[in-house]
Antibody
Framework: EVQLVQSGSEVKKPGESLKISCKGS????????IAWVRQMPGKGLEWMGV????????RYSPSFQGQVIISADKSISTAYLQWTSLKASDSAMYFC?????????????WGQGTMVTVSS | QSVLTQPPSISAAPGQKVTISCSGS????????VSWYHQLPGTAPKLLIY???KRPSGIPDRFSGSKSGTSATLGITGLQTGDEADYYC???????????FGGGTKLTVL
């Protein structure tokens, strides 16, 4: 079964750093793009950015450029989402997803989500 | 404020048909394919429609997509209680060089 498995929930303090992961299995993801999508509590979906696992070519939404770092390790079919200094407003569910069809927005496979809570 | 505009909520009775609209502009819907998702509480979204009107394998033909100009529409026929969910449209925005989603529509099946 082709799937994306994300790392577990995190509870952090403001100012701390964090790196969450999204690992693909059941498929050779080295030639796939993986995107990150944020969902704040009770709110809608926000496209954050996308990375090509083959060469780590990365595109960011202007809303998230400079706020997060998206990276990947193709040898282990894993994408990462990283913060260097968390804020309370980063508290949200974060999903990774594969755009399996045209463009970077038709996501056919989703991770289960990683809940990030930032609180002092 | 989302780039794509959807009605916040819609309701209908079991067995009926509903349509959910998604309005954008020439920089997004007008020149790019639209996808539709539904999301049950506490779960990841699920792709219903891609490339404006195509269904992934396993999605019943009760779900349909269409597009005209800068607006897209998701249609659902034969409503079931299990269709109660949040529905989102999404597409690429060439001006932003980023993906964008609608604000979501909560479907209630009465």
């Amino acid at each position: 079964e082709v799937q994306l498995v994300q790392s577990g929930s995190e509870v952090k303090k403001p100012g701390e750093s964090l790196k969450i992961s999204c690992k693909g299995s059941g498929h050779t993801f080295s030639s796939d793009w993986i995107a990150w999508v944020r969902q704040m509590p009770g709110k809608g979906l926000e496209w954050m950015g996308v990375i090509y696992l083959g060469d780590s070519d990365t595109r960011y939404s202007p809303s998230f450029q400079g706020q997060v770092i998206i990276s990947a390790d193709k040898s282990i079919s894993t994408a990462y989402l990283q913060w260097t200094s968390l804020k309370a407003s980063d508290s949200a569910m974060y999903f990774c997803a594969r755009p399996g069809y045209s463009g970077y927005i038709a996501f056919d496979i989703w991770g289960q989500g990683t809940m990030v809570t930032v609180s002092s | 404020q989302s780039v794509l505009t959807q009605p916040p909520s819609i309701s209908a009775a079991p067995g009926q048909k509903v349509t959910i609209s998604c309005s954008g502009s020439s920089s997004n819907i007008g020149n790019n394919f639209v996808s539709w998702y539904h999301q049950l509480p506490g779960t990841a979204p699920k792709l219903l429609i891609y490339d404006d009107n195509k269904r992934p394998s396993g999605i019943p033909d009760r779900f349909s997509g269409s597009k005209s100009g800068t607006s897209a529409t998701l249609g659902i026929t034969g409503l079931q209680t299990g269709d109660e969910a949040d529905y989102y449209c999404g597409t690429w925005d060439g001006s932003l060089s980023a993906g964008v989603f609608g604000g979501g529509t909560k479907l209630t099946v009465l």
